[in-house]
Nanobody, 119 residues
Framework: QLQASGGGLVQAGGSLRLSCAAS????????MGWYRQAPGKQRELVAT???????NYAESVKGRFTVSRDNAKNTVVLEMNSLEPEDTAIYYC???????????????WGQGTQVTVSS
């Protein structure tokens, strides 16, 4: 399972740090990342990172957000700076978890954490 933490309320221009830890039966984790869903909108990609630390960002967050991971701890972190009201959403972590060497990776999702940016 994935457990996310770190959301909250912040003023525009502020910063937040989201963390997500995977636990349970894990052989390996391929891609990890963060997605968000604002009210009335579809879930969208925010940032992803491969096991080899190749990153991909949504255009709207480039230069403001940084994604990183610790393969030994099975964690992924999203550092969010210069936050804008448009960043307000529920943020979900996702990970492609391989439970054994004989199984293909399966996408797991965290429970979501609310990020609210006030103007």
């Amino acid at each position: 399972q994935l457990q996310a933490s770190g959301g909250g309320l912040v003023q525009a221009g502020g910063s937040l740090r989201l963390s997500c830890a995977a636990s349970g039966s894990i052989f390996s984790i391929a891609d990890m990342g963060w997605y968000r869903q604002a009210p009335g909108k579809q879930r969208e990609l925010v940032a992803t990172i491969t096991r080899g630390s190749i990153t991909n960002y949504a255009e709207s967050v480039k230069g403001r957000f940084t994604v990183s991971r610790d393969n030994a701890k099975n964690t992924v972190v999203l550092e969010m700076n210069s936050l804008e009201p448009e960043d307000t959403a529920i943020y979900y972590c996702g990970a492609d978890v391989q439970r054994s060497r004989w199984l293909s990776p399966t996408r797991f999702w965290g429970q979501g954490t609310q990020v609210t940016v006030s103007s």
